[in-house]
């Protein structure tokens, strides 16, 4: 009798756990083992920063599958279970605990760690960084008992963070190194509106300012920063980016370059070995660049591609990119990458926050923001996705269809 053929993923988060998902659908009969490091099943992350650290919403409600999903699937999930080391060679893995388990065709998503502030006081108790189920359980508790919060970092974690505990009726103090909230992914300009949106929602910002240390006696107790000022609080938030988890794949002779380097059909320089989620820098065909995205719908999106390619299927990965947040009464979706421009066009006015804000490069759409607005962001990704030059007067109107843009 012949052998099953074995699929193993790494990582049982949202690209995971969807890849697990995408390969019962397609048919594959063989032996599919999904393996990640933490206790629960698989889940989304979104909630941690914003509904379920507010305590708004449960478990259940934003875990990938329900509870007999797996079972009922025959998918192996090995929950507590760290992969140690990945043999290319012989098609093997080494597991903790668990031993040695053969796989023929493997997919990497073991996401990212939050990095961390390399100053005195760092490792002081009472200084959280967001990433998991567990580390938002804590970090919930010591919201309960605060009342005064600093949040370091005011990208995506730190200002949904901020958004969150000023809901949670706390004293927020948000510092950061830009000028502006959001600097980094959307730009100056747009970034004002994020930091007018927390001013007036009652936060105290702290821009263009570093951390030197933080000091306190066993618990951290202020934040010094770099003009030489001091912030007191109760609890501590940093939230500084991430770095992607690639040391399985550089051990294992993978090639790495700011993430596990794949071609477009997420599969690595390894044959057999795919990769997805924040993990991927995968390359793109419609941009011609290699693009590592740590979002939502690419975990959610890539996890599929990949399951569906490590089943013998050739699927470029060409999707719009695309992204999400809610602060405060502010909702907003982003598709594309706002990475380079020489433009930026409003259609309706910032001061609202409820308008659709769109990033140009030599006259082509390269991203656009919809806040506050809704059903139109397909034909934003559209848009993105012609890579023609548009009429601007037409792409500033409210009045003209979005749709119409697209054709002409």
Known sequence: ?????????????????KAAEALRDEGFEG???????????????PPLSKAYLRGEASFDEFAVHGADFYDAHAIELFTSTRCTAIDPAARQLSLDPGGRLDYDQLLLAPGATPRTLEVAGADLEGIFSLRSLATCDLLRAGLAKASKVAIVGAGWIGAEVAASARQMG????????????LERALGVEVGRMFRDLHADNGVVLRMGTGVESFRGHGVAEE????????????????????????ELAREAGVVVDNGIVTDQYLESSVPGIYAAGD?????????GVRMRLEHWATALNQGPVAARN????????????????????????????????????????????????FWLADGCVVAGMNVNVWDVADDIAELVRAKRPVDLKGLADPETPLSSLISR
């Open 223 to 246: 934040v010094v920063l770099s003009d030489g000022s001091s912030v007191r609080a109760d609890l501590f938030v940093v939230g500084v980016g991430v770095l992607p988890n690639v």
């Open 31 to 45: 032996r599919v083992v999904l393996i990640g490091d933490e206790p629960q099943r698989p889940y989304e992350r």
């Open 1 to 17: 009798m012949s052998r099953r053929p074995t699929f193993v993923i790494i990582g049982a988060g949202l690209a995971g756990a």
């Open 170 to 181: 706390k004293d927020v103090v948000l510092v950061e190194a830009g000028e502006v909230p």
């Open 279 to 287: 993990v991927a820098n995968a390359w793109h065909p419609r941009f």
């Open 310 to 357: 490590m089943s013998g299927r050739e699927i470029a990965y060409d999707q719009i990119p695309y992204f999400f947040s809610d602060q405060y009464d502010l909702a907003m979706e982003v598709s594309g990458v706002p990475t380079r421009w020489d433009q930026v066009v409003y259609r309706g006015d910032p001061r609202s926050r409820e308008l659709i804000v």
